[in-house]
C-alpha cells in the first residue's frame, strides 16, 4: 500500500512544476471527527476550467515525456476508497489548492510514512518556500522555510551544517506529533 507521503511529495512536485514560489501545506488529523485532511495551496499558475475538469482523468497530462498523468487520479482513488474526496480549486494566474480527505480509520487508509524525509526532499530539492503544518488532536508541528532561511542568513539550507539540523529538527518535529 503507498504511504501518503508520497502521495504529497506527488502533488507538491505539481505545485513547483507549475512555478510556486510559495506552497502551502496542512495536514490535519481529527480523531474526534474520524478525518484525515491533506491540504497543498500554491501560488502557481493555475488551471483553467477546462483543465481542472480534465485533471482527475488519468489521460490528461501537460507532462511532454508520457502521455499520462497519474499523480492526481491516484490521490483520489486513494481519498474516495477511504469514505473520502479530492477537491482541487484552482484559477488562472492565481494557483490552486487542492484538498484531500480521508476517513482517518478506515481499514484502507495508507499510513503518512515518512514525513521528515519526504520535508527534506521538498526542502533541499528547491528553493519555493514551504509553509508546513501538521495537526494530530491538540498537537502541532509547524514551520515555515522562509522564516528559517532568514534566520540562517548567508547560509543555504543545502550547507551540510544547515541540512543535518533540518533533518533533525524535522525528524523531532514529526515525532512531537501523532
Ligand atoms: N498545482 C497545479 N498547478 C497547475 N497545474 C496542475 C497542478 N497540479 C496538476 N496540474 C495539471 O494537471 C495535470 C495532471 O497532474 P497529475 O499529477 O495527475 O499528472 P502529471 O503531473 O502530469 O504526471 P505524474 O504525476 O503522473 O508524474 C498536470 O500535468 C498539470 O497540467
Ligand atoms: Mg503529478
Known amino acids: 500500500m503507498r504511504e501518503l507521503s508520497l502521495h504529497i511529495l506527488d502533488v507538491v512536485q505539481n505545485s513547483l512544476a507549475a512555478g510556486a514560489s510559495r506552497i502551502e501545506l496542512t495536514i490535519d488529523q481529527d480523531c474526534a471527527a474520524d478525518q484525515l485532511t491533506i491540504i497543498v495551496r ?10 481542472l475538469e480534465m485533471v482527475t482523468d488519468p489521460f490528461f497530462t501537460t507532462r511532454t ?5 497519474l499523480g492526481i487520479p491516484l ?3 486513494a481519498a474516495e476508497r477511504c469514505n473520502g474526496r479530492l477537491v482541487i480549486e484552482s484559477a488562472p494566474g492565481q494557483g490552486t489548492t487542492l484538498q ?6 478506515h481499514i484502507d487508509r495508507a499510513p503518512l510514512g515518512n514525513l521528515a524525509s519526504t520535508l527534506l526532499t521538498i526542502i533541499l530539492g528547491d528553493t519555493c518556500d514551504l509553509h508546513y503544518v501538521h495537526r494530530s488532536d491538540g498537537s502541532e508541528f509547524s514551520f515555515d522555510t522562509a522564516e528559517i ?4 542568513g548567508d547560509i ?17 518535529g514529526e515525532r512531537g506529533v501523532g
Open 42 to 51: 500554491d501560488n502557481g499558475r493555475g488551471m483553467d476550467r477546462a483543465q
Open 65 to 69: 515525456t508520457r502521455r499520462v498523468g
Open 75 to 77: 490521490l483520489k482513488a
Open 100 to 105: 484531500a480527505v480521508f476517513q482517518d480509520s
Open 149 to 152: 532561511r532568514a534566520a540562517l
Open 156 to 172: 543555504p539550507l543545502t550547507h551540510p551544517a544547515a541540512r543535518r539540523w533540518l533533518r533533525e529538527f524535522l525528524v523531532e
